[in-house]
């Protein structure tokens, strides 16, 4: 761990703060992918994150959600609710299971889906453009180990 007076020094040195840049890239995309692509859908940025975590990992119940977002579990359940209201999600009991439910994309989910998931690769190659490939290989590696030791540091 750094000593106190390198965490002093660098109190307002933002540039080297990774959550800081990170929320920097994750507002620039937000705000861009719902100006020109959710709104078509009438999908909120939350929505369209559950949609997508549905679809990669379908079957799954509402609780598992929580696992793989940043979305807390009240905010889940109203995002579930307009999604199945707009004929996006089924949320129905498991058969294996009668007291779970499970929740996977209907029709008109997977076509938006499948559309954005498309328009955010598109944007993600661009922006990842600026790399060579085996740079794009090594800030993945690096992303993973950050992410594991978040999760290390920052575990509750």
Request: proline fraction near 3%; include cysteine; glycine fraction near 4%.
């Amino acid at each position: 761990m750094a000593g106190s007076e390198d965490l002093q020094s660098s109190a307002y040195d933002l540039e080297n703060r990774i959550f800081y840049r990170f929320s920097l890239l994750v507002g620039a995309h937000v705000r861009h992918f719902t100006r020109n692509h959710i709104k078509k859908y009438k999908l909120s940025t939350q929505n369209w994150l559950i949609l997508t975590v549905i679809g990669r990992f379908a079957p799954l119940a509402p609780s598992e959600l929580a696992d793989h977002t940043s979305v807390s579990r009240d905010k889940i359940t109203r995002i579930l609710d307009q999604l199945v209201e707009q004929g996006m999600v089924s949320r129905k009991p498991d058969e294996a299971d009668r007291r779970r439910l499970v929740l996977t994309l209907l029709s008109k989910g997977k076509r938006a889906c499948e559309e954005l998931e498309m328009l955010a690769r598109q944007i993600d190659a661009e922006i990842l453009g600026a790399l060579s490939p085996s740079e794009r290989t090594q800030f993945f590696d690096f992303m993973s180990r950050i992410e594991a030791q978040a999760k290390v540091t920052l575990a509750e």
